[in-house]
C-alpha cells in the first residue's frame, strides 16, 4: 500500500500481481485504472512495464523478479533487499511542486524516515504555496534582470524576506504588489559585499549557522590550508573557490594580493566570501583584509569564528582557565621574526596564567629557553596540540625542558598550538575526544 500511494501520487499505472490483495489496494486501484491480476508471479508479468518493485514475503520469488527485471532491462526494486535493487526509494518530504528526498542509499531506510520528520518540521506546508509563487514571476524577473548573480540575489531576497512571510500567511495579492514594487528598485543588486567567516579551527560542526548562511549565498569563496576541505564543500555547488593558503617560506599569494583581490571580485558585483581558519581577528590578519574594503567603501561583514586556542584546548581537555590552575590565559603569537620570537619574557612569568602560542612549532626552542630563562619552572606543563578538534588530532605532553626534544622526535606537522601552564595537567583526567580520550 506504501509504494502503491507513493506511485500513484507520481503519476503512475499499476499492475498489482498477487494471489491476494487487501480491500483497500482493490479500491486504490479501481479509483485510479489499475489492475489486479491475481495468481502467483510469472516473468511474462514484466512485459510492457516500466519499473517493478517486489514486496512479497517469498525470498525466492523476489530474487526471480529481480532477475527476470535485469535481463529485460526494467527498473526493480526489492522491498528490505538494496542489494536486489537497480534503483532505491527515499523518503521523500512533499511539499508540492517542492519535494526534498532523503536517502540512505539503502543502508538504514529507519535513518532516512528519522531524518524526513525532522525536516518535516522545519519545512512548513505553506512552502509548497511559496514554491508556486516564485513559480508564476520567474518569467518576468528574468526579463527585468538579465544578469544571473543580481537576479539570484533578488530571488534571496524575496524568498528570506517579508515576502515570503505574506505568500505563506495567505496574502498573495500583497506579497505580488510588494515584489513588483521590489522589482522596480534592483539598482542596488550590482554592489558585491564581502563576508570575512571565521572557519574555526577545523571541525564543521564547529561553524556558526551565519557563516553557512553565507557560505551557501556566495558567488566566489577565497579560502587557506588552514579551513578543512569539508567546510570548503559547504559552499554553494557553482560558486568560484580561490586558493589563497599561504605555507612558511611559500608565501603563494601575497597578503596585498589578497587584500587587492577582495576589492577587484566586490566591484564586480559579486558576493565573496573569505574563509580564514579559526576566528578572523585573532592571529587572522582580517583587520588587514577589511581595512582596504572600507577604504574603497565596499559593504562587508565579519562573522567570528572559534579560534584555535578555544577549540584545540576544549577538545584536547584542558580549561585554559580553572580556579585551581588558571586564573587568566593570554594568546601569543609564536611565529619567528627576523630568526627570533620577540616578546617580553618577563611578563609571562605568572604561573597562574596559561599562555596559548600560535603558529609556534618553528619557534619552540625559542619559546621553551626563554621562558625559563627568565623565571618559568623547566617543570611547567607543556601540551602540543596538532589538528585540533578533527579525526587526526594529536596531543603531545611534555615540559619546558623537555619540550623541543619531544617534538623533534615526534616531528607533529602544522597546524598546531602551544598551551603552557598548569591547566595542562588536567588533560589526563578531562580529555574526551579522540584517540587520546580517557
Not at 579560502?223 to 560558486?239: F, G, Q
Not at 596538532?386 to 587526526?392: F, M, S
Amino acid at each position: 500500500m506504501r509504494k502503491a500511494n507513493l506511485l500513484l501520487r507520481a503519476g503512475a499505472r499499476l499492475t498489482v500481481v498477487a494471489p491476494r490483495v487487501s480491500d483497500k489496494l482493490q479500491a486504490l486501484l479501481a479509483a485510479h485504472d489499475g489492475v489486479w491480476r491475481q495468481g502467483h508471479y510469472r516473468a511474462t508479468d514484466l512485459a510492457g512495464q516500466r519499473l517493478v518493485v517486489a514486496a512479497t514475503p517469498d525470498t525466492a520469488v523476489n530474487e526471480q523478479v529481480y532477475r527476470d527485471a535485469v535481463r529485460q532491462s526494467i527498473q526493480v526494486n526489492v522491498v528490505d533487499a538494496p542489494h536486489l535493487c537497480t534503483f532505491i526509494f527515499p523518503s521523500i518530504v512533499d511539499r508540492d511542486p517542492l519535494l526534498i528526498a532523503i536517502s540512505s542509499s539503502g543502508q538504514s531506510p529507519v535513518l532516512a524516515r528519522i531524518l524526513r520528520r525532522r525536516i518535516e518540521a522545519l519545512v512548513p506546508s505553506a512552502y509548497g504555496r511559496l514554491a508556486r509563487f516564485a513559480g508564476r514571476f520567474r518569467r518576468e524577473v528574468k526579463n527585468a534582470i538579465a544578469q544571473e548573480g543580481p537576479r539570484r540575489l533578488f530571488w534571496e531576497q524575496v524568498l528570506e524576506g517579508t515576502i515570503a512571510e505574506q505568500v505563506m500567511a495567505g496574502r498573495e495579492a500583497q506579497a505580488e504588489e510588494r515584489l513588483h514594487a521590489q522589482l522596480l528598485a534592483t539598482e542596488g543588486l550590482c554592489t558585491g559585499e564581502v563576508y570575512l567567516v571565521g572557519a574555526g579551527p577545523g571541525d564543521p560542526d564547529l561553524l556558526t549557522f551565519k557563516a553557512a548562511r553565507f557560505l551557501q549565498s556566495a558567488d566566489v569563496v577565497l579560502y587557506d590550508r588552514l579551513v578543512s576541505p569539508a567546510i570548503v564543500d559547504m559552499a554553494r555547488r557553482d560558486a568560484e573557490r580561490i586558493y589563497v593558503g599561504k605555507r612558511r617560506a611559500d608565501h603563494s599569494v601575497p597578503q596585498t594580493q589578497i587584500n587587492q583581490l577582495l576589492v577587484e571580485l566586490a566591484q564586480q558585483g559579486k558576493r565573496v566570501v573569505r574563509l580564514k581558519g579559526g576566528d578572523p581577528f585573532v592571529f587572522g590578519r582580517g583587520g588587514e583584509e577589511i581595512d582596504l574594503l572600507a577604504q574603497h567603501r565596499i559593504p562587508f561583514q565579519v562573522v567570528p569564528g572559534i579560534t584555535a586556542a578555544n577549540g584545540a584546548a576544549c577538545y584536547a581537555g584542558i580549561p585554559l582557565t580553572h580556579r585551581d590552575h588558571a586564573q587568566s590565559v593570554r594568546f601569543v603569537a609564536g611565529y619567528l621574526k627576523n630568526d627570533t620570537v620577540e616578546h617580553d619574557w618577563a611578563s609571562f612569568q605568572s604561573t597562574t596564567e596559561t599562555l596559548v602560542f600560535y603558529m609556534g612549532l618553528l619557534g619552540l626552542p625559542v619559546i621553551c629557553t626563554q621562558l625559563q630563562a627568565h623565571g618559568r619552572s623547566p617543570d611547567t606543563p607543556v601540551a602540543l596540540v596538532e589538528r585540533g578538534t578533527t579525526l587526526e588530532q594529536k596531543v603531545l605532553l611534555g615540559t619546558l625542558a623537555t619540550m623541543v626534544e619531544k617534538v623533534a622526535e615526534a616531528q607533529p606537522a602544522a597546524p598546531t598550538l602551544i598551551i603552557v601552564g598548569d591547566v595542562v595537567r588536567l588533560h589526563h583526567s578531562l580529555s574526551w575526544f579522540g584517540p587520546d580520550a580517557g
